[in-house]
């Protein structure tokens, strides 16, 4: 999932039972696709998981991981295709981060 090589995710994947595994940290694969931002690997997940923005230990989810790295594409995944709720605050909350990652904060 870190790398973006699909095929191969696709291949190793197809092994498991468990399409998202999690570190004892909560961090899972999906995690890490959205923080690199390889939205395809994103996408695949997801279409395989009935929790489809899972939080770590510390509450990080992918949301905020692909927020944080400046994925906007995944970010509107997300929010757009994932049926995954959120605020008003919140969301503006994650522009700012997304702003900030992609000029510079002040």
């Not at 690199?36 to 994103?42: A, D, N, P």
């Not at 009935?50 to 509107?76: F, Q, R, W």
Request: overall charge positive; glycine content about 8%.
């Amino acid at each position: 999932a870190v790398k973006g090589h699909l095929d191969i995710f696709k291949y190793i994947a197809g092994h498991l039972e468990d399409k998202n595994p999690a570190a004892n940290n909560g961090c899972t694969t999906l995690h890490s696709a959205a923080a690199k931002g390889h939205l395809e690997i994103v996408k695949y997940i997801a279409g395989h998981l009935k929790e489809k923005n899972p939080a770590m230990n510390t509450g990080c989810t992918p949301l905020h991981s692909a927020a944080y790295n400046g994925h906007l594409d995944i970010v509107k995944y997300i929010v757009e295709h994932l049926n995954y709720v959120i605020g008003r605050v919140y969301l503006v909350r994650i522009i700012i981060r997304i702003t900030q990652n992609m000029f510079g904060s002040h």
